[in-house]
Structure formats: structure tokens, C-alpha cells
């Protein structure tokens, strides 16, 4: 019913840029939160930053101490979208990057989470 899809995953080195896009399509009547997470090799899934509904451009955010300053999440809810624009990467930053989003279908009456299917993240030093 609901799918997200995430882009913008690649090689880069240290110190540069990447900007990831996860976009929900579906049967979908609202958005709630919206988040990225990351899972490096052989650790746990870890969150790396949130976002809120609020206005057309998302509301408050949160991020995980090691990566404040250098990662920006944003979203865009016309198109249903969210964004992670990660600069002055560092070769610790290496994972497998998820976007999630707690989604209320047109079928149903509560929020559920979602899940895209990732996409590889890789710096090198």
C-alpha cells in the first residue's frame, strides 16, 4: 500500500557530499514523522535525524550527536519527501542509510511505519 524509496547513495571521500531522497507513494491520506537511519556493518540500526510534520517544509528536527552540525535533514510535503544532505563526510559515516515514515493509509484510521529498502553509503579516507 505504502512504498518508499530512497536515492542518492554512493561512493564519495572524506570531507565531501552526498544528498539522499526517500520518496513515499501509495495510498497515503497523511505523513506524520519522518526519519533516516543508518547500519554500519556488524552494529545495531541507529537513528541519525528526524523531522516533523509542521508546515509545507517540515517542522522541528532531531539529530544524533555525531553527526549535528554536518547533516541536514529537511522534507518537502507536497511531494511526500524526505531529504538527508550529509557534508563533510567522514569514513565512520559508512552504512546503509534507511529512510522511514510513520504513514496513515486512506484504509486505515492510525499510523503506521514504514520503511524504505536503503541505500549504501560509503566514504573513504
Known amino acids: 500500500q505504502v512504498q518508499l524509496v530512497e536515492s542518492g547513495g554512493g561512493l564519495v571521500q572524506a570531507g565531501g557530499s552526498l544528498r539522499l531522497s526517500c520518496a513515499a507513494s501509495?495510498?497515503?491520506?497523511?505523513?506524520?514523522?519522518m526519519g533516516w537511519y543508518r547500519q554500519a556493518p556488524g552494529k545495531q540500526r541507529e537513528l541519525v535525524a528526524t523531522?516533523?510534520?509542521?508546515?509545507?517544509?517540515?517542522?522541528?528536527?532531531n539529530y544524533v550527536d555525531s553527526v549535528k552540525g554536518r547533516f541536514t535533514i529537511s522534507r518537502d510535503n507536497a511531494k511526500n519527501t524526505v531529504y538527508l544532505q550529509m557534508d563533510n563526510l567522514k569514513p565512520e559515516d559508512t552504512a546503509v542509510y534507511y529512510c522511514?515514515?510513520?504513514?496513515?493509509?486512506?484504509?486505515?484510521?492510525?499510523?503506521?511505519?514504514?520503511w524504505g529498502q536503503g541505500t549504501q553509503v560509503t566514504v573513504s579516507s
Open positions: 522511514n515514515a510513520e504513514v496513515k493509509t486512506i484504509f486505515s484510521l492510525w499510523y503506521r511505519t514504514y
Open positions: 523531522i516533523s510534520r509542521g508546515g509545507s517544509r517540515g517542522g522541528a528536527t
Open positions: 501509495g495510498s497515503i491520506s497523511s505523513i506524520n514523522d
